[in-house]
């Protein structure tokens, strides 16, 4: 069914979620957490979706091979 917007608006990706859930961040997601994806030195590319208005602290700190 459709999700509904209203009760995912306010909805953090974190490093515990991206931990259990991987690099790919949820369409539902507004904002991404503090040193969310830190060190993550295998991380060459990430999609931020157009829901997320905002990026937490060092949220890309030492990710080195990330280009795009």
Not at 25 to 45: K, M, N, Q, Y
């Amino acid at each position: 069914g459709a999700v509904d917007s209203e009760l995912y608006k306010d909805v953090q990706y974190t490093r515990g979620d991206r931990n259990r859930h991987g690099d790919k961040i949820p369409e539902v997601v507004s904002a991404v957490g503090d040193r969310c994806f830190a060190t993550c030195t295998s991380l060459t590319s990430i999609s931020i979706p157009p829901t997320v208005s905002s990026i937490g602290n060092q949220c890309f700190f030492g990710c080195a091979s990330l280009t795009s």
